[in-house]
């Protein structure tokens, strides 16, 4: 089976301070990706990775940035966290095939005080 | 730009009644669509997905879709629920034309729940 791990499944952070959500995945896929999750909006992209050090933008990226640097790993960094990015966010990976699917973590549930 | 709508936030249902929640996604391309699910405080798992060839999808746990193109809807059913389908249900949608990205676009998202 697929696994994706996410480095917490609860954290409190304060205001002003990096952030660092990792996320590793076993099964050597090319594409991974960041999502926050808000009640009512669904799932949004942050950034996503198709390869070791490549990244491109998703739909919401400002405050946040990423590092790919081995292939099974991608971290999301809140350079300064603030508290609008009290939320879940989700990892996600997937072979390079369009019709495959999209792997998820269990989450992470940030607050920022 | 493409948009997936869920026109349900919540949909209450009693226990062993019938549900649809409902998908309709904005394309003029092919797409392939996907339902997610995802139970309470866990990640999302995929439920079922259409990719081509039949427009009715199933998965192993009694829930099915049905791809229509001309209302370029992808509506998830269910003939009678379970207390265990409360969740909640994520449609997606990635355009056939896409790059190898593997980008997905989802929808706001329904909470299922059902009731005993």
């Known amino acids: 089976d697929v696994k994706v791990t996410q480095s917490s499944r609860y954290l409190v952070k304060r205001t002003g301070e990096k952030v660092f959500l990792e996320c590793v995945q076993d099964?050597?896929?090319?594409?991974m990706f960041w999502y926050r999750q808000d009640p009512g909006l669904g799932l949004r992209l942050i950034y996503f990775?198709?390869?070791?050090?490549?990244?491109e933008k998703g739909d919401i990226p400002e405050g946040y940035s990423v590092s790919r640097e081995k292939k099974e790993r991608f971290s999301l960094i809140l350079e300064s966290a603030s508290t609008n990015q009290t939320s879940m966010y989700l990892c996600?990976?997937?072979?390079?095939?369009?019709?495959?699917?999209?792997?998820f973590g269990p989450g992470t549930r940030l607050t920022v005080l | 730009a493409q948009s997936v709508t869920q026109l349900d936030s919540q949909v209450p249902v009693f226990e062993e009644a019938p549900v649809e929640l409902r998908c309709n996604y904005s394309?003029?391309?092919?797409?392939?669509l996907f339902w997610y699910v995802q139970y309470p405080n866990q990640g999302l798992q995929l439920l079922l997905k259409?990719?081509?060839?039949?427009?009715l999808v199933e998965s192993i746990n009694g829930f099915e879709a049905e791809f229509n193109k001309s209302q370029t809807s992808f509506h998830l059913r269910k003939p009678s629920v379970h207390i265990s389908d409360t969740a909640e249900y994520f449609c997606?949608?990635?355009?056939?034309?896409?790059?190898?990205?593997?980008?997905?676009?989802f929808g706001q998202g329904t909470t299922l729940q059902v009731k005993p």
């Open positions: 996600a990976s997937s072979p390079p095939a369009r019709t495959d699917t999209q792997y």
């Open positions: 099964m050597d896929h090319e594409n």
């Open positions: 990775s198709y390869d070791v050090k490549m990244k």
């Open positions: 394309s003029s391309v092919s797409v392939y």
């Open positions: 259409y990719l081509s060839g039949s427009t």
């Open positions: 997606a949608v990635r355009p056939g034309w896409s790059s190898n990205t593997g980008k997905l676009i």
